[in-house]
């Protein structure tokens, strides 16, 4: 996602298209391999939100560019000029939401960095659903690193770092939306198969396969941002001002639409049925079988995490279903842009960064490895030996699930002798 500035300029570049300062009128396009002083010119939607369908109605376009010096006179022209009371609810809008993203970049870095750290750090903290954790952090700290570009943009109205990082720069925001919902997906899978067959998934719940899963989400998520890192680039503004965004084909209204729905197909809505379906299939599952089978200390433990993941996931469809919201109502639905639904559209966007440092904060209140990691890497709690105990647990706890494999295996002969019995 990558939406830096109000509803003016700007995109979000794997939901929404491009939101253009200029409505309903024709604003140059830059190339940078070209002559910047020579934009071609392209007609523009004028729908500066969102894409443009014909059932939207826009009673009063929603301007970012009064913010230069000199725009006065060219708005009036318009007869559009927002009064002086929506501009400084904008302009305050803006500092809020500018202070929000470096506050958000400054937990999230700081957050998963940790957790990527006592990962790599404690070999207790090398399990399969750690490794996963461990990419969804990497992603995390990726677009942790893409904000402060973002804020400033935000903050200034205009892009300054030029073609090639805005390019990056929008590659790397949208990967973590991709490979963050791939790796919640991939974790509910796993937990489905720890949960439901806790025995034929041995060989595949293995650190070095989860290695390999990772690696696959990642070169998956580059392919499905190839038209973020073909058509992204810079577009001019007012006053020599520019916009990372990403510039369309044309018909620019058709690939905008089309790209929204791929979007949300992909980075929300099938995974999200995978991730229901794979709950779904575990609540049965400890429903039809949680009386028949003896609790042991191994299952206790999968119980744990398997909630970790799905708080961990319901947090992530709790930050992002908005922005969606805002994205399908665009295309099926009316919407009357004004002052109060530009900074509700703001605080959405946010409210999806944020996501990305609530994580850590979930798995120090919801897992003791990680709090106990966490606490030892801050010297909140030292303790003496931490890597030689480690190691001894991590020997006793496989030592432990060998036992308890053996044991489900004798407790399923076991049932299906009653079963034949019985019949």
């Known amino acids: 996602m990558y939406c830096p500035s109000s509803l003016s300029f700007s ?57 230069f010096p000199g725009n ?30 470096f506050t958000v970049c400054a937990v999230g870095l700081t957050g998963n960095t940790l957790v990527i750290y006592v990962i790599l750090r404690y070999a207790k903290m090398k399990t399969v659903t750690n490794i996963y954790i461990l990419n969804l952090a990497v992603a995390d700290v990726l677009c942790m690193l893409s904000l402060p570009f973002i804020a400033v943009q935000l903050a200034l109205v205009h892009w300054p770092f030029g073609s090639v990082l805005c390019r990056l720069v929008m590659t790397v925001d949208s990967l973590n939306q991709f490979t963050s919902i791939f790796c919640l997906t991939v974790m509910s899978v796993d937990r489905y198969l720890a949960v439901v067959h806790p025995i034929k998934s041995t060989k595949w719940r293995k650190p070095r396969v989860a290695k390999i899963i990772n690696l696959t989400m990642w070169g998956v998520s580059l392919l499905v941002n190839l038209p973020i890192m073909i058509f992204s680039g810079l ?16 018909p620019q209204g058709a690939y905008q639409t089309a790209f929204m729905f791929y979007t949300f197909l992909l980075g929300f809505f099938l995974p999200l049925i995978v991730i229901c379906l794979c709950y779904l299939l575990i609540i049965i599952k400890v429903k039809s079988s949680g009386m028949r089978v003896g609790s042991t200390k191994r299952k206790r433990s999968e119980r744990k995490v398997t909630r970790m993941v799905s708080i961990v996931v319901a947090m992530f469809v709790l930050c992002w279903l908005p922005f969606y919201v805002f994205n399908v109502t ?36 919801l897992s003791d490895n990680f ?24 020997r006793m706890e496989r030592t432990r699930m060998v036992n308890d494999v053996t044991a489900e295996m004798h407790n399923a002969a076991l049932l299906n002798g009653e079963l034949q019995t019985s019949i």
């Open 72 to 101: 006065e006179s060219d708005l009036g022209s318009r007869n559009d000029t927002p009064d002086e009371t929506h501009q400084a609810f904008d302009k305050t809008s803006s500092v809020v939401i500018t202070f929000i993203y």
């Open 330 to 365: 665009s295309v099926t639905g009316t919407i009357d842009t004004t002052p109060v639904l530009k900074s509700t559209f703001e605080f959405v966007v946010v409210l999806g960064y944020a996501n990305s440092c609530a994580n850590p904060i979930l798995y120090a209140f």
């Open 235 to 250: 577009m001019p503004n007012n006053n020599q001002a520019w916009a990372c965004t990403i510039v369309w084909p044309e």
């Open 11 to 67: 995109v979000l570049t794997h939901c929404l298209p491009v939101l253009y300062t200029q409505v309903g009128c024709e604003i140059s396009v830059f190339n940078p391999e070209t002559d910047p002083t020579q934009p071609s010119s392209v007609s523009m939607d004028p729908w500066p939100l969102l894409p443009s369908p014909p059932n939207l109605s826009l009673p009063e376009p929603l301007y970012y560019d009064s913010y």
């Open 371 to 394: 709090k106990k990691s966490f606490q030892n890497v801050l010297c909140l709690k030292k303790v003496a030996g931490l890597d030689e105990a480690e190691r001894s647990d991590s």
